[in-house]
DNA sequence: GTCCCAAAGTTGTATATACAGGCTAGTACA
DNA sequence: TGTACTAGCCTGTATATACAACTTTGGGAC
């Protein structure tokens, strides 16, 4: 079965391979068809269909003229980064930072119970943070934690590592699920967000599972007028759109 | 500025329009690289490459030794239901009804022009609708499309088929973009959705393509306290995912 | 010094050619 | 009759070549 790739693959593969690995970052040149032609041994034209389907499929951005860059949409394709916000904050070149307000073992009631699917009373975890973009604050983070999954929850320091982060190293993602709301804040929602008056919160609410069962459930609570949330939808057909149809987080423009 | 497309996208918009006017339908056969040769006066690569792209866009399926036929679009059925309001509404088992504010040609504007990429002052439609559920305002649907796509705009009755299945039926689904933002409604939307007093407005800003062009440009408003969106990840390795990764329109319960 | 233009490098497109490999129909042969 | 094989068409890839258009840079004319 081992035929072997073609070359205009090869390439492919080989410039994907760099850009992952971190060797050649967003707005980094990319070798021109011809330096592809001397270093590959391959001719212009293959060089040519590598680098134009890696445009087509979002990886690099070509300027005739100029030359083939590394895209920067593409670098923080995956899902479990979409979960992080301090990895969206820093791929923006801003600077993230956060602060705990709660860190705490509570008794799971109501919603929070039936979401985690434990009995009412069981003990989670609760946490509380306001992550900040550039010193702004830019989300309030509510959420609750199985305890069985990360025992170890009330000694990390989520100002360092964010709960996304630390929870997907202790319990690897299988499923997750989000609603989006759109909701008048309450006053506390208000106060640690800078809210202007009258302003719309943006209400993001996200279960995760692992290893079949409910991990974590958060909101997370943004300023209407300075975020949003952005998807990118290609049909089944067109290559490689596993990370293009992910919704991510961006900041507004200006 | 009309410099002349380049050859391989004229076969490409030549096979694109034959499918759209129902010339070529699924699975019929379209004619072959040598064919295109003969008929076009084109080398076999330039054909090669339409056809090639046009299998990577998902119009036509191609297989080696035997040729290239049209495909069946019913993969997209899935976007095309999230986009198409009156379905989702079915789905649920409740009706749908809408009612048509207006239904004009403009002259595009500003952020109209630039997310349809056509020149300022360029005749584009406007469309303005209110959908409802079970008789309770539901979307106020504020689109606009480029003329060219869908030159009987004005003549269809968007009452009893919506703007989105019109136009997928007339430029068929090759992209699509969308933006979720949370607002304070303006006066208008605060009337033809019947907001309450202080009610956030969850709004959905959707561009989708055809043919490589932006074909509409749409805002939908929701009612921030009756609406919200849902999406649903399975992390890659699961069974294909086209329609579990896709964010879709979904009531509250309750 | 300033302006203009040419050169070099880049992508974008188009063509001619070649070979490999998949599929099908029809023919030759047992 | 039935089987095997081949000829012919198809797509898939790879190369060499050519010209056009765009961008940057540097050098020469003024």
Known sequence: MNTAKPRYQQLKDLIIGRISSGELSPNDRVPSENELV?????????????????????????????????????????????????????????????????????????????ALHVEQGTEVFHLLLVHFENGAPIQLEDRHVVAGFAPECLEQD????????????????????QVVRATLPNAAVRKHLNFEEGEASLVV?????????????????HPG???????????????RSTSADVVQLEKLRQ
Chains 1, 2 share one sequence.
């Open 38 to 114: 001397e270093l590959m041994s391959v001719s212009r034209m293959t060089a040519n269909r590598a680098l134009r389907e890696l445009n087509d499929e979002g990886y690099v951005e070509r300027i005739a003229g100029r030359g083939t860059f590394v895209s920067d949409f593409r670098s923080q394709s995956h899902l479990l980064e979409v979960h992080n916000i301090a990895d969206e904050i820093a791929q923006r070149g801003h600077s993230h930072a956060s602060k705990v307000l709660r860190q705490s073992l509570q008794h799971a009631r109501g919603e929070v119970a039936r």
């Open 205 to 221: 609410i996200r279960r995760t599972w692992s290893a079949g069962r409910p991990v974590t459930f958060a909101r997370l609570h």
């Open 158 to 177: 989520f100002e360092s590592v964010t709960p996304s982060a630390y929870l997907t190293s202790v319990a690897p993602l299988q499923e997750a699920e």
């Open 225 to 239: 007028s300075r975020y949003e949330l952005t998807g990118h939808y290609t049909p089944p057909g067109t290559p």
